[in-house]
């Protein structure tokens, strides 16, 4: 399918997702059955599309790395690229992390809500689960690469894609005919992609009917301003980025902007920056990345560089604090940003990710987990922004590195 219809569609079922969830909420009223029946019934078209998408990525990105690592020649090369990478994952984090920080102190979302303080121990659903080194290191090492692809561990599956693609290049000659079938699965892998595709404008309508069936468009006015304003930031996280992305590839960087606009409304309808994966994936070398850096530094960015995720972390965690009048030291918040700066890695593994990391850094501020609960029933429509975000952070990544290794071809 075309590019252009594809987001024509995507649109349109956007439209028509907010008319039919909006007419049967007003239809429905307060019957929470009735809700329910309908919002299970639109969850099914989504639930298949962004099962479909989970069944194509493990063997896309095991496919796609492994022959791009293989084609790179020795480990020096994977070492200078992976170093580079990471080098620009934490400058962005860094950047997120402190821009959330920034805005929110600058526009105090929470401090006219002026709540009065729960019991601490208030408990808000959301299991906290920040992860600690032990944690991170046994996520990341996978003790199976058959369970890494089975749970969708991206992390995981790069990893042993670094390994087995080294040893290919090792090999030489004698790893061709290898290198050659998992190039044949990798374009197999990508034909099917765009047959996922196709399913896309159906999984966007079930997505946006559900939400604003069991929500009500209502939410938004209640909570308008303190979305507008976190809409306003990650604004601003998106214009630095482009910003940074233009002086260091030049300014064919805005024609990338236009070129992934269909992965990003894929992202944002359906408030998942994986089922954007493939599409983005596409759209790189399409722009003229080669397929052995995207296809090694897009799925590395999964974990490391949610550029969107992390802002919403330090903007969430302060605009809770304001909400309950807890004031916060310059200390606390920059040691906020640090503990975020570490905890987030890896989040991409945990189920309502940004939900968990904010509520174990809550606790660590004797800041009230119940404020969570203020966020609840918006998050759906803040993920669709942290979502799209992290498909423009990771597709300039890409870019730059690419641009840094000369792997940047000129169309």
């Not at 090792?170 to 399913?199: C, E, P, Q």
């Not at 296809?295 to 330090?314: I, K």
Request: charged share 15%; with cysteine.
């Amino acid at each position: 399918m075309k590019s252009k219809k594809l987001t024509a569609l995507i649109l349109v079922g956007m439209l028509l997702g907010i008319l039919v969830g909006y007419l049967f909420r007003q239809h429905a009223g307060d019957d929470a059955a009735a809700i329910k029946s309908f919002v299970d019934g639109m969850s099914i078209l989504t639930d298949i599309f962004l099962r479909l998408i989970k069944m194509i990525i493990a063997p896309l990105v095991i496919s796609t790395l492994v022959v791009g690592i293989a084609k790179m020649g020795d480990a020096k090369s994977v070492g200078r690229i992976g170093g580079k990478t990471m080098g620009w994952f934490i400058g962005a984090s860094l950047v997120s992390l402190t821009l959330g920080l920034i805005m929110v102190n600058i526009l105090k979302p929470g401090v006219a809500l002026n709540l009065p303080l729960p019991d601490l121990h208030a408990d808000s659903g959301i299991k906290a689960g920040a992860l600690s080194l032990k944690d991170f290191v046994t996520h990341a090492i996978p003790k199976s690469v058959f369970e890494a692809m089975a749970n969708n561990e991206i992390l995981q599956i790069v990893i042993f894609s670094v390994f087995f693609g080294s040893a290919m290049a090792a090999l030489g000659d004698r790893a061709k005919a290898l290198i050659d079938v998992i190039d044949v699965v990798a374009h197999v892998m990508l034909k099917v992609t765009s047959y996922v595709m196709n399913f896309a404008p159906l999984a966007v309508f079930g997505a946006i009917a559900a939400t604003v069936a069991k929500e009500g468009l209502s939410i938004l006015g209640t909570y308008g301003k303190f979305m507008a304003q976190f809409y306003f930031s990650i604004g601003i996280l998106w214009a630095l980025l482009i910003a940074v992305g233009v002086l260091i590839v030049g300014p064919r960087l805005l024609h990338l902007m236009g070129m992934i606009k269909e992965p990003l409304l894929l992202s944002f309808t359906t408030a998942s920056s994986e089922a954007a994966y493939p599409k983005t994936l596409e759209q790189l070398e399409r722009f003229g990345v080669s397929n052995k850096i995207a296809s090694f530094v897009l799925p590395m960015g999964y974990s490391f560089n949610l550029d969107g995720s992390m802002m919403y972390c330090t903007f969430a965690v302060i605009f809770i604090a304001q909400a309950y009048g807890i004031d916060l030291t310059l200390a606390q918040e920059i040691s906020m940003l640090l503990i975020l700066m570490l905890t987030s890695k890896g989040m991409a593994g945990v189920p309502r990710a940004s939900l968990v990391v904010i509520a174990a850094t809550l606790a660590q501020f004797n800041i009230p987990e119940a404020g969570l609960l203020l966020l609840l029933g918006i998050d759906h429509f803040l993920d669709m922004g942290r979502s799209a975000t992290n498909v423009v952070g990771n597709s300039i990544a890409t870019a730059v590195v690419a641009k840094w290794e000369g792997e940047l071809k000129r169309h």
